[in-house]
């Protein structure tokens, strides 16, 4: 399956929704679950918290997605001042996204002539996104999100979590079982107020 393709899947299934999981907290509710913020201080991370939460992603990601062919999307905000290196390293380029997608983010991007989106699919295995989620991990790279067009899964992790949508409630009990440690006791919806311009990249705390 090509990008356009996948890209086309991911349109049907998240019904023209981008590609970024706080969003799409409130138009899938009843998909998501939220694996918690992975490291355990308050404060700056370490490079070791940032590497176990890196490998925390690349767990999560391995359980839903390994087997199968994935989209990965990612929004550079600023292509300039972002570590970009470690998508195109997995063959990611710039595509043009759906016209919807500006429509529900243009109260989010800083300003759609700098923000960029690119995309590849592969056939996923472990450890193959290890800089990305450090990347991710330490707030270096703008929002990521990954989906396998044959289940429908998504995964978007965020500095220290992710919003991780899974279609199936046994299959979605089986990952909350799995990574029980990870996820919040209480399912808490995503933020009720509207972000400000930029805030597509997480804060951490």
């Known amino acids: 399956m090509d990008v356009h393709e996948a890209v086309e899947a991911w349109q049907a299934q998240y019904s023209g929704q981008p590609p970024v999981g706080f ?8 998909v998501w679950t939220r694996v918690h913020y992975l490291r355990d201080s308050a404060g700056s991370a370490t490079r070791e918290e940032d590497e176990r939460t890196a490998s925390r992603f690349d767990a999560v990601a391995s359980a ?3 087997g199968t062919t994935v989209l990965i999307l990612a929004i550079h905000l600023d292509p300039q001042h972002e570590a970009t290196g470690e998508l195109r390293a997995i063959g ?3 595509i043009e996204p759906p016209p919807a997608w500006i429509e529900s983010l243009r109260d989010y991007l800083p300003g759609s002539s700098r923000a960029e989106f690119v995309a590849t699919t592969l056939s996923w295995q472990r450890g193959l996104l ?13 929002r990521v999100a990954l989906f396998a067009p044959a289940t429908g899964d998504a995964f978007c992790p965020y500095g220290g979590g992710a919003d991780v949508f899974v279609w199936g409630s046994d299959r979605r009990s089986k990952l909350g079982d799995r990574f029980r440690a990870w996820v919040p006791a209480a399912r808490t919806p995503g933020p ?4 400000p311009a930029g805030d597509l990249i997480g804060k951490r705390g």
């Open 192 to 195: 009720s107020a509207p972000h």
């Open 130 to 142: 290890d800089r990305v989620w450090l990347a991710v991990a330490r707030d270096r790279v703008g």
């Open 92 to 94: 990611a380029t710039p």
């Open 64 to 66: 839903l997605f390994t």
């Open 23 to 30: 969003m799409l907290r409130f138009t899938h509710e009843a």
